[in-house]
């Protein structure tokens, strides 16, 4: 018989973060703690925190990363896409990608296998069935460039979304852009200090310096980020509590490249005073990675946002407005076909944290 968490020694977990771990199940299934914490044997804690947390990159990846990035920066937007077409068809030469199932995530399981066994309903997004976020990376001056035209687009579908921005780039950051935005009901998140594909793995004195100088050149308040090139390390997600970003973006869920947490609901990372809001997909997987028309990236992104849906989580879309820019079929069906669903509740990745925090309180 396995024995459950209450009975047995959790202070040997207690630096991996548990309690943020059984606090994070207990938000999401709306219940307390103590109960949650019966559900949980020391087998399934141990692959909780396992899948939780972040695994360390491969030694030749990290350097990789670390030595192209200055390179990278000097090179136009034009030029460095070019040269990461290159590394991504490196890294998958039949441009075929076999995305993770959301529902096959150990978290997600874990919540769903226990809302069966406790006969609890999902109530966690205000009577709709399950949550989506856009979010946009500005990664460069195109992207930037056609910002306005996305804002244009978006408020005939009355969609709002989280703006990423770089700061030391290619472009300068226009305060009456980021009040447009703003006014407009949109978030502005930090994208990096430029787009530095090995950020995570610079020396921590090095990171936090970047952002500190990053976050000072954003003309409003900022509470969340999301890694260039999602590169992620237990030092960088030190830094964000740090200076103050309250959430963090990087870590994903169906995307084959990297580690999995198999987990669509926000989480506080174990050990640290940080939200995690994983990445479910985002459009380059589709276009770059996988070469699919705007047709089939439409049907594979809604197979992915049902299958979110039926457990009723959170699906997080990264979009790229300079991808968007020669996509518009796809994007315009795609917010077409979120305005004419009524199952979803659309919001920006901020107000998903503040609604975590509300539930919380009670």
Known sequence: MEKSISQFDAYEYRGAGLQQIIRSLALVLGIDEETVSKELSPDKISLLVETLSLEESPFIEKNLRKYLGPMLRTFSAQKRLFFTNILKRLRNPRRTVGLNKPSNGFYNQLICNIRKKLNLTPSLWSGKKSVICITYDIDNSPAYEYIK?????????????????????????EKRLIQFLTAGGCEIGLHGYFHDIGLAYRKKNKIKERLSWAINKIPC????????????????????????????????????????????????????????????????????DANLNEREALELLLSVIEDITNFGGVSVINLHPNIMKDKRWFYNNFLNYLKNNSRYRLCTMYDLVKNMRERMAK
């Open 149 to 173: 035209e996305i804002m244009n687009i978006n408020e005939r579908y009355g969609i709002v979304g989280t703006f990423n921005f770089v700061t030391h780039y290619d472009y300068k950051i």
């Open 221 to 288: 308040e900022v509470k969340g980020f999301r890694s260039p090139a999602l590169s992620v390390s237990r030092a960088l997600f030190e830094v964000l509590t740090e200076i103050g970003i309250e959430y963090d973006s990087s870590l994903q869920v169906t995307i084959p490249f990297y580690k999995s947490v198999g987990a669509s609901f926000p989480y506080l990372y174990p050990g640290l005073h940080l939200w995690e809001i994983p990445l479910t997909i985002q459009d380059d997987t589709f276009f770059r």
